[in-house]
């Protein structure tokens, strides 16, 4: 089942990108983007390197909301007593985590494990909705997550205000440690929670995705981390690129940037919050290195005062 989840969801993540071209200037009318073909033997290595582990889910805690007519649901990670510190009295920082289009909540706790390098965060991990796509999926067999706002009436806008507002009630959550990571699609959403909801985070982590455009002013300096693969052939390499330079040009970053780990750069401001780009020479995949070095940079993130 797994196996096929992720067949189809490559073929949606084909069908469904609209964006033809980066983001160069916001003005500017992007030529068409020339038709491609999916490759059979390359998605079916993309199948069996991560269609078949199981995730452990020992840890996690399966939650549900209702939103308007549908029931969502997350898997969440609670930290036990013992790794909750005293050093921000008490109050546990928060970390949304995206799966990719055709994905499952599973998938996300499976290769993109921020609590195994963060035990002292709640880690949420939700499911997204069937959702249809033109000529690949008519009837919304599959599932994944708004790709601009008011895209599907805002429902994961309106979902994850749901668990955010849940979760705070029931737990000692530090509003100035609040995080947003995800893959593909996942990534796309954590874009458009920038958008829409930016002035809740303090740091934001996409994993081969991109700006929409008609978001992007939409959007506020924030520090981020941007995984891309120089091979991916799903959310272009090229049009990663243009959105990394996006931010980096809206944080007010210097040009040039400076090594900062293994396969990353970090471009940082006198005044505004950095940009680092992980930059792997793989494909439309979570590299093994990516979790870790996600909950590294969230942790040296909180979200600023706002200046009078």
């Not at 601009?148 to 009436?153: A, E, I, P, R």
Request: hydrophobic content about 40%; charged content about 25%; proline content about 8%.
């Amino acid at each position: 089942m797994i196996c096929r989840l992720l067949f189809a969801a490559i073929l949606l993540l084909c069908s469904q990108l609209t964006v033809t071209t980066g983001l160069a200037a916001e003005d500017e009318k992007a030529p068409a983007r020339p038709a491609r073909r999916i490759d059979p033997e390359r998605l079916k290595q993309l199948r069996e390197r991560f269609g078949n582990a199981q995730a452990d889910l020992s840890k996690l805690k399966r939650m549900s909301w209702k939103v308007g007519e549908s029931t969502r649901e997350a898997l969440v990670y609670f930290p036990p007593a013992e790794k909750v510190t005293e050093e921000k009295k008490a109050l546990v920082p928060l970390v949304f985590v995206f799966h990719g289009h055709g994905g499952r909540s599973e998938y996300s706790v499976r290769k993109l494990p921020i609590h195994e390098f963060w035990p002292e965060a709640i880690c949420v991990y939700p499911q997204g909705l069937p959702t249809a796509v033109p000529v690949i999926d008519v009837e919304g067999k599959f599932p994944g997550w708004q790709k601009y706002v008011g895209d599907q009436n805002d429902r994961d806008l309106e979902f994850f205000d749901a668990m955010l507002k849940s979760i705070r009630a029931g737990h000692p959550v530090d509003p100035r440690r609040i995080y947003s990571t995800g893959h593909s699609n996942g990534a796309c959403f954590t874009y458009v929670l920038w958008a829409a909801r930016g002035d809740t985070f303090a740091a934001v982590a996409p994993i081969a995705g991109f700006i929409n455009p008609r978001d992007f002013k939409a959007q506020k300096p924030l520090p981020m981390l941007h995984v891309a693969g120089e091979q991916d052939k799903i959310v272009k390499f090229a049009w990663q690129e243009l959105s990394i330079e996006q931010v980096r040009k809206l944080n007010g970053c210097d040009a040039e940037g400076k090594p900062a780990g293994e396969l990353c750069t970090e471009y940082t401001s006198k005044d505004g919050p950095p940009v680092v780009a992980y930059i792997h020479p793989g494909a439309h995949e979570i590299p093994d290195g990516a979790p870790k070095r996600i909950a590294e940079f969230f942790k040296l993130q909180e979200k600023r005062e706002k200046k009078e």
